[in-house]
């Protein structure tokens, strides 16, 4: 059973960092681009990072270049979001998933279930 647990949100205050993380179980982990994507009320979803199945390829969101860096440990099926120079509005809930597309123009998820998420909240 495909699943995804993810970690490591919390109130930081802006100019601070986090590290999320995300453990996926139930399919061949390492033979997938993995994506992290956040949700905040009212909005939809939106691809924030993305990286490929060896890692060697990384993309983010415009909003996020030079602040965040993604990486992946295929010997632990878990990939990471390093949040650093954090603002307000990426305050959201941030879920990870197989990425359909993983380039500079698109992150997109595999269609399915999704993890419970991790609340990132950045305020004073």
């Known amino acids: 059973q495909l699943q995804f647990v993810e970690s490591g949100g919390g109130l930081v205050q802006p100019g601070g960092s986090l590290r999320l993380s995300c453990a996926a179980s139930?399919?061949?982990?390492?033979?997938?681009?993995i994506g992290w994507f956040r949700q905040t009320p009212g909005q939809e979803r939106e691809g924030v990072s993305c990286i490929s199945s060896s890692g060697s390829v990384t993309n983010y969101a415009d909003s996020v270049k030079g602040r965040f860096t993604i990486s992946r440990d295929n010997a632990k099926n878990t990939v990471y979001l390093h949040m650093n120079s954090l603002k307000p509005e990426d305050t959201g809930l941030y879920y990870c998933?197989?990425?359909?597309?993983?380039?500079?123009?698109?992150?997109?998820?595999?269609?399915?279930?999704w993890g419970q998420g991790t609340q990132v909240i950045v305020s004073s």
């Open positions: 998933a197989r990425a359909q597309f993983c380039s500079s123009n698109l992150i997109r998820p595999v269609r399915g279930s």
């Open positions: 139930g399919f061949a982990f390492e033979t997938y681009a």
